[in-house]
């Protein structure tokens, strides 16, 4: 079993789509019984509200169902608790870093070093405009890909 935590900012845009995404290709993969995923924010502002409206709706015209999932701010014991802390953006790797436990620091990561045809290596924030959603949903789907791929390899 790997145990994923995808993070961004307020766990409402990036990480909740990845959130899903995981979940949803994994069990299309018969993957599902191999990985546990969870998301959350470097900051508690939306924390219990379910993911932004334009990612729910980005997500659920590929197929993808995040009305489950409700954010929630990164805590002490999620670094010892997942094997791969996925950040979004560098800004996030740096908080979790300084945030991290002595010697957990091996698991923190950006999502996009999985995807192999990556041109960008941060996924850039869609909140503050209704443009990106898109975007910013194949570019988590190509590092989600990615992260399965060497699941099912067993190389993560």
């Known amino acids: 079993m790997v145990r994923v935590l995808f993070v961004c900012t307020g766990n409402i845009c990036r990480s909740p789509t990845a959130h899903g995404l995981l979940r949803a290709r994994a069990a299309e993969a018969g993957l599902a019984d191999r990985v546990e995923v ?24 590929h197929g993808i169902d995040l009305s489950d999932l409700r954010a929630r701010k ?25 945030l991290c436990p002595p010697g957990l620091s091996h698991r923190i990561g950006l999502l996009m070093r999985f995807a192999s045809e990556a041109g960008e290596m941060e996924v850039p924030d869609p909140y503050y405009g209704d443009e990106g959603f898109e975007t910013v949903f194949r570019m988590i789907d190509q590092g989600v890909m990615g992260l399965l791929e060497q699941v099912r390899r067993g190389g993560v």
């Open 74 to 98: 990164i805590e002490g014991g999620d670094f010892a608790a997942f094997d791969i802390i996925s950040a979004m953006e560098r800004g996030h790797e740096q908080t979790l870093r300084r």
């Open 38 to 61: 969870d998301s959350a924010g470097t900051h508690g502002y939306h924390t219990g509200e379910p993911p932004d409206p334009r990612s729910v709706a980005t997500a659920l015209a």
